[in-house]
C-alpha cells in the first residue's frame, strides 16, 4: 500500500480559502486514482474529488463544484485541494485516499474501492 500524509487544514472564515495537500510515498502512480473525502461529525465520509493521475481528469462531487479544485504535481508525488469560497457546512475531517488500478467513473465516489488513506486534516469554516 501506499503511504498518504495530508497537510493544510486549518480554522478559516466563511467566503476564505483553504489548499490541502496530500504526499504519496515512493511508487508509481501512473494507473492511480488519487481521491478526496470528507466526514463531518456523526455523518458517514463522503466524496468530494478525484483525480485519474495519468491524464489529470477530474471530477467533483455537487456540493463543491466551481469551489474545490483538486490537482497533482507529478514530480512530487502530491496531489491538492484548493478550496475556495468555504461554508461552514464545508466543515470535516478532509482524507485523501488512493486506489492503485483504473476504475469506474460510475463507482469512482465510493469509499470502498480506495484501499489507502491519510490519516485525516481538520477543515473548521466559522460562520
Known amino acids: 500500500q501506499v503511504q498518504l500524509v495530508e497537510s493544510g487544514g486549518g480554522l478559516v472564515q466563511a467566503g476564505g480559502s483553504l489548499r490541502l495537500s496530500c504526499a504519496a510515498s515512493?511508487?508509481?502512480?501512473?494507473?492511480?486514482?488519487m481521491g478526496w473525502f470528507r466526514q463531518a461529525p456523526g455523518k458517514e465520509r463522503v466524496f468530494v474529488a478525484a483525480?485519474?493521475?495519468?491524464?489529470?481528469?477530474?471530477y467533483y462531487a455537487d456540493s463543491v463544484k466551481g469551489r474545490f479544485t483538486i490537482s497533482r504535481d507529478n514530480a512530487k508525488n502530491t496531489v491538492f485541494l484548493q478550496m475556495n469560497s468555504l461554508k461552514p457546512e464545508d466543515t470535516a475531517v478532509y482524507y485523501c485516499?488512493?486506489?492503485?488500478?483504473?476504475?469506474?467513473?460510475?463507482?469512482?465516489?465510493?469509499?470502498?474501492?480506495?484501499?489507502?488513506w491519510g490519516q485525516g486534516t481538520q477543515v473548521t469554516v466559522s460562520s
Open positions: 483525480i485519474r493521475w495519468s491524464y489529470g481528469i477530474t
Open positions: 515512493g511508487r508509481t502512480f501512473s494507473n492511480y486514482v
Open positions: 485516499a488512493a486506489r492503485a488500478t483504473p476504475i469506474d467513473t460510475m463507482i469512482l465516489s465510493s469509499p470502498a474501492i480506495f484501499g489507502s
